[in-house]
């Protein structure tokens, strides 16, 4: 079945310094979207990429979309306290940006050290 | 807008035991979806739902019952709970196709279940 691997499983930084985590998938998917989860709490949906070698950018995060639709990366710029949480990336491979079966990867865990 | 509600918030339960998770949402969502979560394994897939009166198996149903008779409701119905189901189980529900930013899952507060 489809698999959504990412890396690195955890990651700590200090205060201000940037941060990135890679997804990776065994198919070529149609969409891959990146969910933030504080700790304690539930995933809140950050951003859909739907195009090949798309970019998007929100505030200090950058979200990109391999040219071969099999990869994406989440690169936060001076991080901050606050961004402290595990970051999933998911996929599917039905066409048309639907959210039809997401599989989620493992999540990267970012603890930020003040 | 109350968004994703599961119920119960914690559960206890003996093996052999059954119940029922609940979910509802009040987005007039199409999909639905069961998650369940644990250390290291990510979400994983349990059972979703595209529409009223539809579902079908996600990665982990083995033990797992679900049925859509409302857009409203998802119930997760464990048959007989087993310690390899203590886990964090979440529900979410989502538009079917994509929807200028309004995309993506929105997840419930999730239901922790402990099965001795």
């Known amino acids: 079945g489809q698999q959504v691997m990412q890396i690195p499983q955890y990651q700590h930084v200090q205060e201000g310094e940037d941060f990135t985590t890679y997804c990776n998938s065994s198919?070529?998917?149609?969409?891959i979207q990146w969910y933030k989860q504080r700790p304690g709490g539930h995933p809140v949906f950050l951003i859909q990429?739907?195009?090949?070698?798309e970019v998007k950018k929100q505030k200090r995060l950058t979200f990109q979309f391999g040219e071969a639709k099999k990869n994406s990366s989440l690169h936060i710029t001076a991080t901050q306290t606050t961004d402290v949480g595990t970051y999933f990336c998911?996929?599917?491979?039905?066409?048309?940006?639907?959210?039809?079966?997401?599989?989620f990867g493992k999540g990267t865990l970012l603890t930020v050290n003040p | 807008n109350a968004g994703v509600t599961q119920t119960p918030k914690f559960q206890v339960l003996k093996t052999g035991q059954s119940m029922t998770l609940q979910c509802a949402q009040d987005?007039?969502?199409?999909?639905m979806s069961w998650y369940r979560q644990d250390p290291g394994m990510g979400l994983r897939l349990i059972h979703y739902?595209?529409?009223?009166?539809?579902?079908d198996q996600g990665e982990v149903p083995n033990g797992y019952n679900v049925s859509r008779s409302t857009t409203e409701d998802f119930p997760l119905r464990l048959l007989s709970a087993a310690p390899s189901q203590t886990s964090v189980y979440f529900c979410?529900?989502?538009?079917?196709?994509?929807?200028?930013?309004?995309?993506?899952?929105?997840f419930g507060s999730g239901t922790r279940l402990t099965v001795v």
């Open positions: 979410a529900s989502s538009y079917a196709g994509a929807r200028q930013g309004r995309n993506g899952y929105t």
């Open positions: 198919t070529t998917l149609s969409n």
């Open positions: 990429l739907v195009k090949s070698g």
């Open positions: 998911a996929g599917t491979r039905n066409s048309g940006g639907s959210n039809y079966k997401l599989t």
């Open positions: 987005m007039n969502h199409e999909y």
């Open positions: 739902s595209v529409g009223a009166g539809i579902t």
